[in-house]
Structure formats: C-alpha cells, structure tokens
C-alpha cells in the first residue's frame, strides 16, 4: 500500500517512457510559475524502486525551479502492464475540478491527514466514470493522492479522490494552503496542463485484432449483431451486386450471406484462428488472393469497413482505410462504414453511478479522437468520432448524398461514392494496408499483386476515376 513523504528526495526518481502527458512551453511555463507561487502542494507517485508513475510534469517542473524534495506517495514496485494502467488510469483521473462539493475540518497552514468520518460530501455525477477509476485504483494500490483545501475546510483541488476515498471508508492526505493562496489556487489549477498524445508509443498493429467480435455466433438472437449490415447493407442487397468486406474480422456476415447466395467476400489483415491469439497468415493470403481473382469483373458495386474506423491506431491508418475502399468500389457503388461515438461514450462516463462497474474504462482522447489502452503487453487503440469528424469523412470519401446516423454506442455512414480521390494517395494507401507487419516481423507483402489485379481492369478505372489524372 503507498506510503506518503512530505519530503521526497528527487534524485534518485526516473520518469517513465510510456507517460502519454505532453506540455508545450507555454504550459510547462504556466506549471513552473504554480510551482513558484504556491511550491508542490500535490503529491508525485513514485515506485520502491524510484520510477515516476504520475507526476511527471510536476516533477519536471520542480527540478527546473531548483526543488530537490517533493511530497511523494510511495508505491510497491509493479509488474509493467500494471505500472502503465495505474500511470493511464491516474492521468485519465486526474480531475481537478470534478466531483461534488467537498468539505473537511478547520485546520491551519500545512500537511493533514483526515479520517473518512470527517469528509462531508454533496455528490454529483457528472464524472461518475472518472471517480469509478479512482476507486479501482485505491482499492488495487491503497491511498496515492491528496487534496487541496483552504483554511475554511472546503476542498479546493482533488474532489473526486476525496469522495473515493470516503467511499472506501480510506483517510485522505490534505493540504491546506492560507487565505491569500486560495485565489492562486484556484487561477492555476483551473488550466490544463498538457494534452494526450501517443505519437511516441509503439503501434503493433496486429493488436488491434483484439477487437474482432463474433457476430453471429451468440444464442441471443439480437447480441453481436452489426448495425451497418443490418441496418445498411443487407437492405441495400440486389440481384447480381458484388460485395466486398474490408477489414472483415471473424467474417460471420461474409460466410452467411455468400452461403444465401450473396457474391460477397472479405479481407481480414490479422484474423485469428477460432478467435484465439494466433493469427491466421494464410486465410489473410487467401482472402488476397480470392480479391484479385474478383477484380478481373472490375471493381465492387458495394464496400464496407464494419467497425474498422473505431479499432485504428492512427490517422493515417484511418485515411488508408478511406482511400482503399474508395478505390475499390465503382463510381456511384455504395461506401458504407461505422465507428464508435464519442459523444455516446461520454454521456455513459457521465451518468454511471455504479461505484465499481468493472466494464467500464476512461478512455483518455488524443486531438483527433485516439485512446491508447496497456494490454496483453501491448498497445491496443480505438478511435471515438465526434459527428463533425463524421461529416469530414463523408465529405471526403463519400459525396454530397452521404447519409450518417448516430445510434446508442456508434454511428454509420454510407451513400454513392461520388468524389474523387487523388491516384498517388490511393497507391500509397493500397501499398500501406496491403502490406502490413506480422508480429513475427514478416509482412503482408501483397500490394503488388492489388495493384497488378487493378492494372489487368485498367488503372484508370479504379484508379484515374478517382483522381481525374
């Protein structure tokens, strides 16, 4: 369980690689005068053996401003995946303002323990999902934070990790800070410091496979079911329309529907063999094979990526998706693709009021809409749209007649393909998707051959329609 010190020694701490937290200089700037006006008022979390779990910033921030001590909660030594998702879960927690009004006892200037029968709570929900995973990790790891108060007992910074720990009946560290620092407190501690960013994490991208769900397999006739095919495309199905699934996971639409009579196949870049670990290489090279066989009939009346734009690990990967099903459906076939809304999953964050739902994770969004996940030793990313995010993308890869629908946990989108995409983007795209790494360090290794298959249909047909060149 940690320990708390009200004077760490900072020599020996050593930051993280895998702090997600980046500050420009303006921040950093901005965080280095808070230091100066009001000191280190809130505690770092450091491991036995001296790596930095949270705090990296503020530490930072310190060493520059001359501080060789600090108030540190000390924590046992963690395996790795465990010492990422509490760095992950403290960063996606770490509200300052969030939570109900909090009040504890008088007490002068200065480092205070306060017992759980002396913190008075008005809870409100609107970060229920924040205050869910700091109870997960005070019930994992024991007390790790601290508060803020000012000289009348009303917590000025931490209210949400006072209401966990008066959940779990846990005493909490405070800080009060004198009448005439209140107002700085506040001032400094309203800002944000820093955004997410995963540009400097690893990106294996097979791990993004962990998504793939079983569509069709449950005994609960509704559960698992897609929304784009059953809503879009099976209802878009006519006599002698060829169908292609990009990115086509388990592929329990493409086995059912061709088995009805449907012209449909699929490519699944990483599928997994029974939905176990191991990839399945050779039914990836089939289903590459099977695609350029079709692509001598020219390219697809209708093209779909099911829940693919919701499991990439970046833009670009994003963009590549976009541009190689625009490549490979006709002018004026159906696009239709799906995601997750970020919206919908900020509204359940907000009104959860379950203490401890274990299926629920704070997802911490970079610029464009990212979170990064620790698991299984790896890196797992989803993306979350917002519905002007949405809009771009039919714009871009759809047209003017793109229909988009917000439902419940996602949205779709879908209409004629009708705008044109420049050749050299799609070359490139095809080049990327179609030759993605294995994690033994093989590749896919079949881009080529997609494009050889698009040549023998004549370029200009799946490619110059695209680009006007």
């Known amino acids: 369980m940690g320990t708390f010190h009200e004077a760490f020694d900072l020599s020996g701490v050593r930051p993280a690689s895998y702090n997600p937290r980046l500050l420009d200089e303006e921040a950093f700037d901005a965080l280095r005068a808070s230091i100066r006006e009001l000191g280190p008022i809130r505690p770092i979390i450091v491991t036995q053996g001296g790596i930095l779990v949270a705090g990296h910033q503020r530490t930072r921030a310190m060493r520059a401003e001359g501080l060789q001590r600090a108030p540190a909660f000390i924590v046992p030594d963690l395996p790795p995946g465990d010492e990422i998702r509490f760095n992950q879960l403290h960063n996606g927690s770490d509200a300052e303002f ?6 504890v006892p008088t ?7 306060v017992q759980p029968r002396d913190i008075r709570i008005q809870p409100v929900t609107s970060a229920a999902g924040r205050r869910n995973e700091v109870l997960r990790l005070l019930r994992a790891y024991g007390p790790w934070g601290g508060v803020v108060a000012g000289p009348d007992g009303l917590v000025l910074v931490g209210s949400l990790y006072a209401e966990a720990c008066s959940i779990l009946r846990i005493p909490i560290m405070m800080r009060v800070v004198g009448t005439e620092l209140v107002p700085a407190v506040l001032r400094h501690f309203s800002r944000p410091y820093g955004r997410y960013s995963y540009a400097h994490l690893p990106s294996q991208t097979w791990y993004q496979s962990y998504a793939q769900m079983f569509r069709l397999r449950s005994k609960d006739a509704g559960r698992g079911k897609s929304t784009l095919y059953e809503q879009i495309v099976i209802p878009s199905l006519r006599a002698g329309m060829r169908v292609f699934d990009f990115g086509a996971g388990q592929k329990d639409y493409v086995r059912v529907l061709g088995a009805s009579g449907v012209d449909i196949s699929g490519v699944e870049f990483y599928h997994r063999k029974g939905g176990e670990a191991q990839i399945d290489v050779q039914a990836t090279q089939d289903d590459i094979t099977t695609l350029c066989r079709r692509l001598e009939a020219g390219p697809f009346d209708l093209v779909l990526a099911d829940s693919v734009l919701n ?9 590549d998706v976009l541009a190689c099903l625009s490549a490979l459906c006709r002018p004026g076939g159906l696009m239709a693709f799906s995601g997750l809304s970020r919206h919908a999953y900020e509204a359940r964050a907000s009104t959860s009021t ?3 739902d274990s299926c629920r994770i704070v997802h911490f969004f970079d610029q464009d809409g990212l979170s990064a996940v620790y698991s299984r030793g790896g890196w797992f990313y989803q993306k979350f749209h917002t519905r002007e995010q949405v809009q771009a993308l039919a714009a871009r890869y759809v047209g003017p007649k793109a229909r988009i629908r917000f439902e419940s946990n996602g949205w779709t989108c879908h209409g004629p393909r009708e705008v044109d995409q420049d050749p050299d983007r799609v070359i490139a795209a095809i080049g990327r998707e179609f030759d993605l790494p294995y994690p033994d360090g093989s590749r896919v290794g079949r881009a080529a051959d997609v494009l050889q298959a698009m040549i023998k249909v004549g370029v200009s047909e799946l490619i110059v329609t695209t680009g006007g060149k």
């Open 311 to 319: 499991s990439v690990d970046s833009v670009q990967a994003e963009e």
């Open 354 to 356: 379950r203490y401890l």
């Open 98 to 103: 969030e939570g109900g009004v909090v009040r």
């Open 107 to 113: 007490l002068p200037p200065g480092w205070h323990q």
